[in-house]
C-alpha cells in the first residue's frame, strides 16, 4: 500500500486557513491526503460581539479568543481538515497596535523556542508539504503574526529536515488586477481604495497555481463560519462573480524542493506521488 501524502498549513490566527489554503485543505483531504492545520495563535485581537474593537471599552481579549476558536473548529469541519493543532500563542494584532508590545504576543516569542514546538509536530506528523506566509508576512501584508508564523516555519523546517517541499502563499498581481477591474465592471463602489502596483506576487515568482474551483462553496461556507470577524472579511462582501474568480484557484511560491518537480506545477505534491 502507498503510503499517505501529508499536507501541513502554517498559519497565524483563525480564519486564516480559508482565504490562501482553505481550497487545498479541502481538495487534498478529499483526495486521501492526510491535512494539517496549525494555527499560532488564539485570535484574542479580533472583533468581540458587535463589532467591538480591540483597545474600545468592553472587549474581552478571552472571550474573543474562545469564540473565534470555536469558529475556528467549525471550519475545520467544514473544509474536511484531519488535523488541527493550536500553538495557543497571544495575539500580537496589528502592527502599530500597542499589543505589539504585550511580552506574551506571539510576535515577541523567541523565535526558536516557539519553532522548537512547530518541530515537533513536523516530527509527529512528518509532512511531505509545508505551507506558510512569506518574509512578509504574504504578499506584503506586514502583520507582526504573519511574519512570525514564517520564521518559525522555516526555522523549523530547516531544524527537522522532514518536508520534502515548503512553500509560501502567494497572491499574483495579475490575479488582483483581473479582481479588482471585475468588481468595477460589476459597479463596485470601491471608494478611494485600489491596489497599489507593488501590491501581491510578481507573476514570475509565482510557481503553482491549484485548480480549486469545485471547492469554491466549501471555501465560502468555511469562511463565513468566521461570522465574529465578517466585517473584516473584505471578499465576503463582493459580487458572487467576483468571489468565484478570487476563491476558484490557489497560488504559492515554492521556495524548497528536495525532489525533481517542474518550474510551474498545478499540484503541491508534484514529484511525490507514485
Given at each position: 500500500m502507498?503510503?499517505?501524502?501529508?499536507?501541513?498549513?502554517?498559519?497565524?490566527?483563525?480564519?486564516?486557513e480559508c482565504l490562501s489554503t482553505g481550497g487545498v485543505l479541502a481538495r487534498y483531504t478529499d483526495e486521501g491526503v492526510r491535512t494539517v492545520l496549525v494555527t499560532c495563535t488564539n485570535g484574542e485581537q479580533g472583533d468581540g460581539p458587535d463589532g467591538v474593537k480591540p483597545g474600545d471599552q468592553g472587549h474581552d481579549?478571552?472571550?474573543?479568543?474562545?469564540?473565534?476558536?470555536?469558529?475556528l473548529r467549525e471550519s475545520v469541519q467544514i473544509l474536511g481538515i484531519d488535523h488541527l493543532e493550536l500553538l495557543g500563542y497571544r495575539d500580537s494584532g496589528m502592527d502599530g497596535w500597542e499589543t505589539n508590545?504585550?511580552?506574551?504576543?506571539?510576535?515577541?516569542v523567541p523565535v526558536e523556542a516557539a519553532a522548537g514546538r512547530l518541530g515537533e509536530l513536523i516530527e509527529r506528523y512528518r509532512p511531505d508539504v509545508v505551507v506558510t506566509y512569506d518574509e512578509t508576512g504574504g504578499s506584503?501584508?506586514?502583520?507582526?503574526?504573519h511574519v512570525q508564523a514564517h520564521r518559525i516555519?522555516?526555522?523549523?523546517?530547516e531544524a527537522t529536515g522532514v518536508p520534502a517541499k515548503l512553500y509560501h502563499t502567494a497572491i499574483p498581481r495579475s490575479a488582483i488586477k483581473r479582481l479588482f477591474d471585475l468588481m468595477l465592471e460589476n459597479g463596485v463602489d470601491l471608494g478611494d481604495f485600489r491596489p497599489s502596483d507593488d501590491?501581491?506576487?510578481?507573476?514570475?515568482?509565482?510557481?503553482t497555481l491549484v485548480d480549486v474551483a469545485p471547492y469554491v462553496e466549501r471555501k465560502l461556507k468555511a469562511l463565513r463560519a468566521h461570522e465574529s470577524q465578517?466585517?473584516?472579511i473584505f471578499?465576503?462582501?463582493?459580487?458572487?462573480?467576483?468571489?468565484?474568480?478570487?476563491?476558484?484557484?490557489?497560488?504559492?511560491?515554492?521556495?524548497?524542493?528536495?525532489?525533481?518537480?517542474?518550474?510551474?506545477?498545478?499540484?503541491?505534491?508534484?514529484?511525490?506521488?507514485?
Amino acid at each position: 500500500m502507498d503510503r499517505q501524502l501529508t499536507l501541513m498549513a502554517v498559519h497565524a490566527h483563525p480564519d486564516d486557513e480559508c482565504l490562501s489554503t482553505g481550497g487545498v485543505l479541502a481538495r487534498y483531504t478529499d483526495e486521501g491526503v492526510r491535512t494539517v492545520l496549525v494555527t499560532c495563535t488564539n485570535g484574542e485581537q479580533g472583533d468581540g460581539p458587535d463589532g467591538v474593537k480591540p483597545g474600545d471599552q468592553g472587549h474581552d481579549d478571552a472571550a474573543v479568543a474562545e469564540r473565534r476558536l470555536a469558529e475556528l473548529r467549525e471550519s475545520v469541519q467544514i473544509l474536511g481538515i484531519d488535523h488541527l493543532e493550536l500553538l495557543g500563542y497571544r495575539d500580537s494584532g496589528m502592527d502599530g497596535w500597542e499589543t505589539n508590545h504585550h511580552p506574551d504576543a506571539f510576535a515577541n516569542v523567541p523565535v526558536e523556542a516557539a519553532a522548537g514546538r512547530l518541530g515537533e509536530l513536523i516530527e509527529r506528523y512528518r509532512p511531505d508539504v509545508v505551507v506558510t506566509y512569506d518574509e512578509t508576512g504574504g504578499s506584503g501584508y506586514g502583520h507582526p503574526d504573519h511574519v512570525q508564523a514564517h520564521r518559525i516555519t522555516v526555522a523549523a523546517v530547516e531544524a527537522t529536515g522532514v518536508p520534502a517541499k515548503l512553500y509560501h502563499t502567494a497572491i499574483p498581481r495579475s490575479a488582483i488586477k483581473r479582481l479588482f477591474d471585475l468588481m468595477l465592471e460589476n459597479g463596485v463602489d470601491l471608494g478611494d481604495f485600489r491596489p497599489s502596483d507593488d501590491f501581491g506576487t510578481p507573476d514570475e515568482l509565482v510557481t503553482t497555481l491549484v485548480d480549486v474551483a469545485p471547492y469554491v462553496e466549501r471555501k465560502l461556507k468555511a469562511l463565513r463560519a468566521h461570522e465574529s470577524q465578517g466585517e473584516n472579511i473584505f471578499l465576503l462582501r463582493m459580487p458572487d462573480a467576483a468571489q468565484r474568480q478570487a476563491f476558484s484557484s490557489e497560488a504559492f511560491t515554492r521556495v524548497l524542493s528536495r525532489v525533481a518537480a517542474p518550474d510551474h506545477e498545478d499540484d503541491l505534491f508534484a514529484g511525490l506521488r507514485d
